[in-house]
């Protein structure tokens, strides 16, 4: 069967700052937790050893049109640019995001830029990080600075990329860095992320950029156990805290009534101002972001909770473990292609059918030198997930959902948070030692596909 896709469909990858481009400036959260606790990287492997974008950032673009990209996501470094996040402009990082920024076009690839992928300036996480609303004007004015320079280059903006990660991983569940343990200041941090993103999306308007401005969300449909209402009870609760809590604010302009309910019942809530509902309205994106990897799947609790244990998400579901699911063994994660066009189809019937794309979608896999076969890495494992996940966001397009474009993650392997670079995700290989690029046979089979606006796949 041939899937065709609309012409002018969005065909690309992403990328961040901080996992590609090394020679660091502006030292970042990263940078920090680093040098007091290597140990709690992969192989003691930090931010410094990415994929060198910032010497080779030429011949990568050259790459990119290689593999027939019509578009390309990557971010600025808040650190790289205003080095401690409220002070003076870095010179050497504007020449550098300029000469990005004009090669991608020149080459006729289109750039997607993200203003904050993670990498907290230290000095701003030193003040309290999103806990403090001092940083969220800091940011604010760090966004309008990038508008300023780049915004008439750049027609896509997202404020930020999987605002709910470092929530997770900082405050709730200690794979990040604070490393704090505490829902309270988790609902804080998410919240003044909220606020710092409407302000960013207030300046834009503001500047009347000829562009479009949104945000980049991880969706994870929490689908229930079984139907019997306890189960179907806790899958709410599960969609309200890790998807709801920024998908509500920025689509809707408001949170939830169901979610403050509930975390006001425990006592949970952020600190708001009265103006703040007015910020959140405004709010409002032009174009979101959908990150896809897994479902989250859930039952209801089968034991009491601890009422000495911290206040957690947990409280409420367990996680559940379908039988019979299909498994990358190699990152621990379910595979589950229909899930791209469950998000479709919710957008479209509770969302008002938002313009919006995927924006990654991928398979991390460790040790893939095994698969190389005269000198380049066969993956069709690879190749065999993307074609399953377009063949399903077909169909959402083909059902009326407003879909313009499937970005990869990612362009080439590339350090990743804490795993380094233990499971590779890329379309081009990367040799370590030499910084070789060699392009993988999924490269190749996306690269005919951007060409072709299509591919073809026994149904």
Same mark, same amino acid.
Not at 20 to 38: Q, V
Not at 228 to 243: G, Q, R, T
Not at 352 to 360: L, Y
């Given at each position: ?205 503001? @500047?009347?950029?000829?562009? +479009?401005? !949104? *945000?980049?969300?991880? $969706? ?7 139907? %019997? &209402? ?101 990152? @621990?994660?379910?595979?589950? +292609?229909? !899930? *791209?066009?469950?998000? $479709? ?7 008002? %059918? &938002? ?105």
């Amino acid at each position: 069967m041939k899937y065709a896709f609309p012409d002018n469909f969005w065909w690309g990858s992403a990328s961040s700052a901080l996992q590609t481009e090394g020679a660091r400036e502006g030292e970042t959260t990263w940078d920090y937790w680093f040098a007091r606790e290597p140990n709690r990287f992969h192989n003691g492997v930090g931010p410094q050893q990415t994929s060198t974008f910032y010497q080779h950032w030429k011949t990568d673009i050259q790459l990119l049109k290689q593999l027939n990209h019509n578009s390309f996501r990557t971010s600025i470094s808040w650190a790289r640019l205003i080095p401690d996040g409220i002070g003076e402009v870095n010179p050497d990082a504007v020449d550098f995001y300029n000469q990005v920024i004009d090669e991608l076009n020149e080459q006729g690839i289109t750039p997607f830029i993200t203003l904050f992928h993670f990498d907290m300036p230290m000095a701003m996480q030193e003040i309290g990080g999103w806990e403090n609303r001092d940083v969220v004007d800091a940011y604010a004015r760090y966004a309008q600075i990038c508008f300023e320079l780049f915004g008439d280059r750049v027609l896509h903006w997202f404020t930020f990329n999987e605002p709910i990660v470092p929530v997770e991983g900082g405050y709730l569940y200690d794979f990040h860095y604070p490393n704090v343990v505490d829902f309270r200041r988790a609902a804080t941090v998410a919240y003044h992320t909220v606020l710092a993103h409407a302000k960013a999306v207030q300046a834009y308007r503001a @500047g009347h950029y000829a562009g +479009e401005i !949104g *945000i980049v969300l991880n $969706l994870t449909p929490s689908y229930p156990r079984s139907q %019997n &209402p306890a189960d179907v009870k806790a899958a709410h609760v599960a969609d309200l805290m890790f998807n709801r809590s920024f998908l509500d604010p920025v689509l809707r302009g408001e949170y939830p009534a169901d979610l403050v309910a509930l975390l006001k019942s425990y006592d949970q809530l952020p600190a708001c101002k009265p103006e703040d509902g007015f910020l959140i309205a405004e709010g409002k994106i032009d174009l979101l972001g959908i990150n896809y990897y897994q479902p989250r799947r859930v039952k209801c609790r089968d034991s009491a909770v601890n009422p000495q244990a911290p206040f957690m998400p947990e409280w409420f579901f367990d996680n559940y473990e379908m039988p019979g699911r299909k498994m990358n063994p190699h990152r @621990g994660w379910e595979i589950y +292609e229909p !899930g *791209i066009y469950d998000i $479709l189809i919710n957008l479209r019937d509770n969302y008002g %059918n &938002p313009r919006c794309f995927i924006s990654e979608n991928g398979m991390g896999v460790e040790n893939e030198q095994r698969f190389i076969e005269n000198g380049q890495i066969n993956d069709q494992y690879r190749i065999e997930f993307i074609s399953e996940h377009l063949a399903w966001l077909h169909k959402g397009i083909s059902e009326g959902c407003n879909c313009l474009g499937y970005h990869m993650w990612t362009f080439i392997d590339n350090w990743s948070w804490c795993n380094a670079y233990k499971n590779r995700y890329g379309f081009i290989q990367l040799d370590l030692e030499t910084q070789k690029r060699t392009i993988k046979k999924s490269g190749e089979w996306f690269a005919a596909t951007a060409l072709n606006n299509s591919f073809e796949k026994e149904s």
